[in-house]
């Protein structure tokens, strides 16, 4: 079970880079990892995956060290709508268990003009 | 496309009623998933869909939870003899199939509270 450990939150300033780090000391071979961002009162919405190294995308990038037991989600120069809730989450197929994809609290990052 | 929809948006309900929520997926998709998201918090994740099948229902929080799907698409969650602790939003999900790889996508939720 790759159970996974966020900061709860993160305060920024606008045009500021934002790195948020995600710990998962027991990501399995076969594991991805996924990032999502949450708004007040919507639900969650998909930002990047990756498996290892670095994932771009025109959103945000995505570091995983060799070791893949963290990653980090960097969001460069932020504004105050990136304010939201941001999840990470390692899995693979669901295969019957219901711990292989879990949402922790996520990181609440709060932006400040 | 349409996205994933849901149904009521709101609902109000009184202690040890039963309720019925609805969610409507992506056409196409197989997967369907079910989260509950209390106040300030991270989300539950109840139960998920591969078809009509529910291979995992274990994070189903108590026997007064179900949940089905018909005909691979529309699912309804039904809480029986609501009770308060499960005031919450509740959330769907559908994704092509049931991966960890493969992007879910939410619908709006519901927002359940039991008076």
Known sequence: LAKTTQPISMDSYEGQEVNITCSHNNIATNDYITWYQQFPSQGPRFIIQGYKTKVTNEVASLFIPADRKSSTLSLPRVSLSDTAVYYCLVGTNYGGSQGNLIFGKGTKLSVKP | ?115
Do not use: M
């Open chain 2, 1 to 115: 496309g349409a996205g994933v929809s849901q149904s009521p948006s709101n609902k109000v309900t009184e202690k040890g009623k039963d309720v019925e929520l609805r969610c409507d997926p992506i056409s196409g998709h197989t997967a369907l998933y079910w989260y509950r998201q209390s106040l300030g918090q991270g989300l539950e994740f109840l139960i998920y869909f591969q078809g009509n099948s529910a291979p995992d229902k274990s994070g189903l929080p108590s026997d007064r939870f179900s949940a089905e799907r018909t005909g691979g698409s529309v699912s309804t969650l039904t809480i029986q003899r609501t009770q308060q602790e499960d005031s919450a939003v509740y959330l769907c999900a559908s994704s092509l199939v049931a991966s960890g790889t493969d992007t879910q996508y939410f619908g709006p939720g519901t927002r359940l509270t039991v008076l």
